[in-house]
């Protein structure tokens, strides 16, 4: 019998590029043993000084959620401290290398933030990541876009260059020991299902969940979905220290 998801576990959570708190908002209140880095990673522009900096202020021991670029965070954070993670949850992300036009695609975007202002970007950026429900949904595009504007053009530019040198993957990957849960939004384009179902196979102890009607920002998107697989997570028996 699955046991009771633990709530005095500790839940840290990993924004993805422009994200904060305010992506989490419904998973916050859902849990109050979790928090989210709310200060863009201190402004860093390398994935391993993301992962210094979330582990300057986290619990000794904990569970760990990271979404999109938050995710590539969690991993290299796993790598570098395994013993203190207790079980990893993977959202809308990837693990690949930089690939062909990619690092043309995220400067045209840093370049029209400059030129037009920030405000341009986001436009630019944001519609894509979502889903078709969410696109019409007008409060919650409301609110990720001043969720967006929030993070402004350094730290854009910054969590830029962190994701176009980023570290492989391949070798976190392969050491994973702890229970995994691997998530996206069934209408993700930017990281698909099909991505996710290879991320998943490259874990021993993975699981895939789907959620309909969402997209990148499943978090916000589908919080309600988001929250049970969080608490169907968080009842799998954890690792424990060696």
Known sequence: MRNEADLSED?????????????????????P????????????????????????????????????????VALELVARAP????????????????????????????????????????????????????????????SLRAMCLRAGQAVFEAQTEALLHRPDADAALQALTCPVAVVVGAEDQWSTVDQHRDIAAR?????????PGAGHMAPAEQPQDFNTLIREWLAIPATTPA
């Open 11 to 31: 839940l840290l959570i990993l924004p993805g590029l422009m994200c904060d708190a305010g992506m989490f908002a419904a998973t916050l209140a859902a849990f």
């Open 33 to 72: 043993q979790a928090r989210a880095i709310d200060d863009h990673y201190g402004g860093a522009d390398n994935i391993g000084a993301m992962a210094e900096h979330v582990l300057a202020s986290a619990p000794t021991r904990f569970a760990l959620i990271g979404h999109s670029m938050g995710a590539r």
């Open 83 to 142: 013993d203190r993670v207790t079980r990893l949850m993977l959202a809308d992300t990837g693990v690949h290398g930089v690939r062909p036009g990619e690092a043309e695609q995220r400067y045209a975007l840093r370049d029209l933030g400059r030129r037009e202002g920030f405000d341009r970007l986001v436009d630019a950026w944001l519609p894509p990541m979502l889903g078709e429900a969410a696109r019409a949904h007008a409060a919650l595009m409301a």
């Open 203 to 211: 874990i021993a102890r993975a699981t895939l969940h789907v959620i």
